[in-house]
C-alpha cells in the first residue's frame, strides 16, 4: 500500500509538471514568445522562420498556415515545413530539429514520445487554442527579426563665440550653448551659414579648466573636436547620437 500511494504521488507530481510546462508553452507574453521563438532561428538561415504546425483538423491547420505565411514580408518570411493533423509526434520533433524549426499545436499535444525527445533536442513547441494567438505571437518574433530603423536625434546646440588656437591641443571653440545638452560621448557635426561642413568625435569638453562630460543649455564651454581645426565664430556645433529603433511588420511592409 506504501509503495502504491508513493507511486500515484509520483505520478501525481510528474502529471502537475507536465501541465505546468505545457501551460507555460501556451503563455502569449509577447517578449517571452518572441525570445522563444527567435532562439529556434539556426545561424546560416537568415532572417526566415521555419514552422511545423499540427492541428486536430485539417481546417483549422490549413486556416493558421495560410494566416502565418501572410505575414511574411521581403525582409522577413515564414516557411511552413510542415503541417498535419494528429498529436505531436517525435518525428516532428526530429523534422524541427533537423530544420531549426519551432512547433505550433492547435488544440493538439505532444505524445509521450514526442514530449520527451523535444526536451532533449530543445526543440521548442508552442501551444495555442485560438488562432490569432499563435498569429500575434509569430508577428512578434518576425518582429524582433527585422534590422531595426538607425534613426539619428539631436541632443543639443552650441554656438561658437571665440576661437582659440592652443599649441599642442588644437583648436578649441569657446561655445555657448544654446539648445539641449552638449554631451562628450556624443558625436557632433558642424554647421556653416547653413551648410554641413563636417561630422565627427568631440575630442574635448570643458567648463573653464575643468574636463566635463556634458554640458547644458545656457551654459559657456570649449570644444575641441577631432581631427578638425577649421572652426569659425558663428558656426553652430550639433551635438546628436543615432538610434536603434524597433520595427514593426507594417513597417517593413511600407519600405518593400
Not at 95 to 100: T, V
Amino acid at each position: 500500500l506504501v509503495v502504491e500511494e508513493a507511486t500515484s504521488s509520483r505520478e501525481i507530481a510528474q502529471r502537475r509538471q507536465r501541465l505546468d510546462r505545457e501551460a507555460k508553452s501556451r503563455r502569449t507574453g509577447r517578449g517571452v514568445s518572441l525570445e522563444d521563438f527567435m532562439a529556434q532561428t539556426a545561424p546560416g538561415q537568415g532572417r526566415k522562420l521555419q514552422i511545423v504546425i499540427k492541428a486536430d483538423q485539417g481546417g483549422p491547420a490549413e486556416a493558421l498556415a495560410d494566416a502565418l505565411e501572410q505575414l511574411s514580408t521581403t525582409e522577413v518570411q515564414v516557411e511552413i515545413i510542415h503541417r498535419g493533423v494528429g498529436a505531436i509526434s517525435e518525428s516532428d520533433i526530429q523534422l524541427a530539429k533537423a530544420s531549426g524549426a519551432v512547433i505550433i499545436g492547435f488544440h493538439v499535444r505532444p505524445d509521450n514520445n514526442a514530449r520527451t525527445a523535444a526536451e532533449r533536442e530543445g526543440v521548442d513547441i508552442k501551444l495555442y487554442r485560438i488562432i490569432y494567438e499563435a498569429v500575434n505571437d509569430v508577428r512578434a518574433a518576425l518582429e524582433g527579426m527585422l534590422r531595426p530603423e538607425q534613426r539619428e536625434v539631436v541632443i543639443g546646440e552650441a554656438q561658437v563665440r571665440e576661437v582659440f588656437k592652443i599649441s599642442k591641443v588644437g583648436t578649441i571653440a569657446g561655445c555657448i550653448v544654446r539648445h539641449g545638452v552638449i554631451n562628450r560621448q556624443s558625436r557632433v557635426r558642424v554647421v556653416r551659414d547653413g551648410v554641413e561642413i563636417y561630422e565627427g568625435a568631440i575630442a574635448s569638453l570643458k567648463r573653464f579648466k575643468d574636463d566635463v562630460r556634458e554640458v547644458r543649455e545656457g551654459f559657456e564651454c570649449g570644444i575641441g573636436i577631432e581631427n578638425f581645426n577649421d572652426v569659425k565664430v558663428n558656426d553652430v556645433i550639433e551635438c546628436f547620437r543615432t538610434e536603434q529603433v524597433a520595427r514593426t511588420l507594417a513597417d517593413a511592409s511600407t519600405a518593400s
